[in-house]
T-cell receptor, first 116, second 113 residues
Framework: GAGVSQSPRYKVAKRGQDVALRCDPI?????LFWYQQALGQGPEFLTY????????KSGLPSDRFFAERPEGSVSTLKIQRTQQEDSAVYLCASSRPTGATNEKLFFGSGTQLSVL | AQSVTQLDSHVSVSEGTPVLLRCNYS??????LFWYVQHPNKGLQLLLK??????LVKGINGFEAEFKKSETSFHLTKPSAHMSDAAEYFC???????????FGTGTRLKVLA
């Protein structure tokens, strides 16, 4: 596609519900990142994939958070038993590494999650 | 460990006047530095990046930033603000050899008519 696509754009969940957030990266992009952006804050790293391999999940705040990218393209971030503190914008970004690590990230518009 | 500090959470300028958004970084190694802009309801967009080539980096929409190692700074400037520049700006640091991008807390730029 032309850019990184995220869905849904908005999600309202009742506390305790499970949610799944989808990210469609730019075709051919190897690297995929998930970030969490709380209100008034900068994005914070959650997890990183290179193709289908999840190389770093150190930013996931608890074991209720789970991400996958089974075929190396679309990724899903799942949050189980949502809590109010999970309310944030979840951003997905992709890049096509050329061997350097200072790659430009292409971001989606994010999914705004509100947990009531 | 990497970190980045954006010194101003809000900046207001009049249209046509210069813009200065300040950023200081901490990095153990030779850093890569970026500025991203976030317009309401739009994805983050790269303005410019520094990767150890020229210390003065030119970006899109007339923005530029200067890497000053002695001051550990990477301030973003623009000679003349335009109404369309109103947005949130993020300074980002990444240590060479890593994929981790550390974002600052952002500076909200307001442009007054």
């Amino acid at each position: 596609g032309a850019g990184v696509s995220q869905s849904p754009r908005y999600k309202v969940a009742k506390r305790g519900q499970d949610v799944a957030l989808r990210c469609d990266p730019i075709s051919g992009h190897v690297s995929l990142f998930w970030y969490q952006q709380a209100l008034g804050q900068g994005p914070e790293f959650l997890t990183y994939f290179q193709n289908e391999a999840q190389l770093d999940k150190s930013g996931l705040p608890s074991d209720r958070f789970f991400a996958e990218r089974p075929e190396g393209s679309v990724s899903t971030l799942k949050i189980q038993r949502t809590q109010q503190e999970d309310s944030a914008v979840y951003l997905c970004a992709s890049s096509r590494p050329t061997g350097a690590t200072n790659e430009k990230l292409f971001f989606g518009s994010g999914t705004q999650l509100s947990v009531l | 460990a990497q970190s980045v500090t954006q010194l101003d959470s809000h900046v207001s300028v009049s249209e046509g006047t210069p813009v200065l958004l300040r950023c200081n970084y901490s990095s153990s190694y030779s850093p890569s530095l970026f500025w991203y802009v976030q317009h309401p309801n739009k994805g983050l967009q790269l303005l410019l990046k520094y990767t150890s080539a020229a210390t003065l980096v030119k970006g899109i929409n007339g923005f530029e930033a200067e890497f000053k190692k002695s001051e550990t700074s990477f301030h973003l400037t623009k000679p003349s603000a335009h109404m369309s520049d109103a947005a949130e700006y993020f300074c980002v640091v990444s240590d060479s050899g890593t994929y981790k991008y550390i974002f600052g807390t952002g500076t909200r730029l307001k442009v007054l008519a």
